[in-house]
């Protein structure tokens, strides 16, 4: 995973295969690298996922917990339909603001 | 009354796997390979994907611990316009490792507020994608089974 300041105080993180319950110290480590870097949007980047598995929708539940905590919004793009209807069924669409593609998700970010 | 004679299931694939977490991906590989051709939408075989996965997995961590000694056994039928997937391990311990009538359902905003725990989202995953799930423990056996209805275009929330 790469994370990306984006201007202002967005930061993008691409993700790159896999999301499971296995993914989470490489995502963690991503999210501490935007917190220091002062980010207050994280903009999650879904176009490179290949798979997600209710472990990783369990980690994505304590990524938003963390930024949560640090008052920090949260965003995605670049999720497939059958991984946002699985955002919708969870409802973690209403907790990660989802967009179709980067640059609405950044400018939006920036509103 | 005339009674129509339902034509008996054709089995498509069978096959065990160690229970090595991880090999939910091999699971859900071959119940697609096997369901090829059989006229579900890009959508659906994604759900059947995801659902074939969690169970996998579920029988794989949970139902078997882990031991790779142990397998997952994977049965894959046609029955008329209906995709059956059967999972079965050795454990009969349930679905995120509890009874599944004993199941907590899952829910976002408990979660966030840290009366339940992130994760557990299995078999509410698992009940969503596909439009039926039926569970049965005989002995040591535990046995998902999974039906999606071919041509159909919506995904009911259900279990037998």
């Not at chain 1, 999210?31 to 290949?50: I, K, P, T, W």
């Amino acid at each position: 995973m790469h994370v990306r300041q984006a201007g202002g105080d967005a930061a993008v993180i691409d993700i790159q295969g896999d999301v499971t319950a296995a993914s989470e110290p490489v995502l963690m480590s991503a999210y501490e690298q935007a917190d220091r870097q002062g980010a207050r949007r994280l903009v999650l980047n879904f176009r490179g996922l290949e798979y997600m598995n209710s472990g990783g929708i369990g980690m994505l539940v304590t990524f938003l917990i963390r930024a949560n905590r640090h008052n920090q919004k949260l965003a995605a793009f670049g999720l497939s339909d059958h991984y946002r209807e699985i955002f919708e069924l969870t409802r973690l669409d209403e907790a990660i603001t989802i967009y179709d593609d980067e640059q609405s998700a950044l400018s939006d970010a920036a509103s | 009354m005339t009674s129509v004679a339902r034509p008996a299931p054709r089995r498509l694939a069978s096959f065990a796997l160690p229970s090595v977490p991880g090999n939910e991906r091999i699971a859900l590989a071959q119940v697609a390979e096997a369901v090829a051709g059989l006229g579900l939408s890009p959508g659906r075989l994604d759900k059947l994907k995801t659902a074939v996965a969690e169970a996998t997995m579920n029988a794989i961590e949970h139902g078997n611990d882990s031991r790779a000694e142990l397998p997952v056994r994977v049965e894959v039928f046609q029955s008329g316009t209906e995709v059956i997937v059967t999972v079965t391990d050795l454990g009969g311990r349930g679905v995120d490792g509890v009874p599944e009538d004993r199941a907590e359902v899952p829910d976002l905003d408990r979660k966030l507020n840290g009366e339940q725990d992130s994760r557990g989202w299995g078999l509410f995953l698992i009940r969503h994608m596909v439009d039926a799930m039926h569970i049965t423990t005989q002995g040591d056996r535990h046995t998902v089974r999974l039906m999606m209805r071919i041509g159909s275009q919506d995904t009911r929330a259900g279990e037998d």
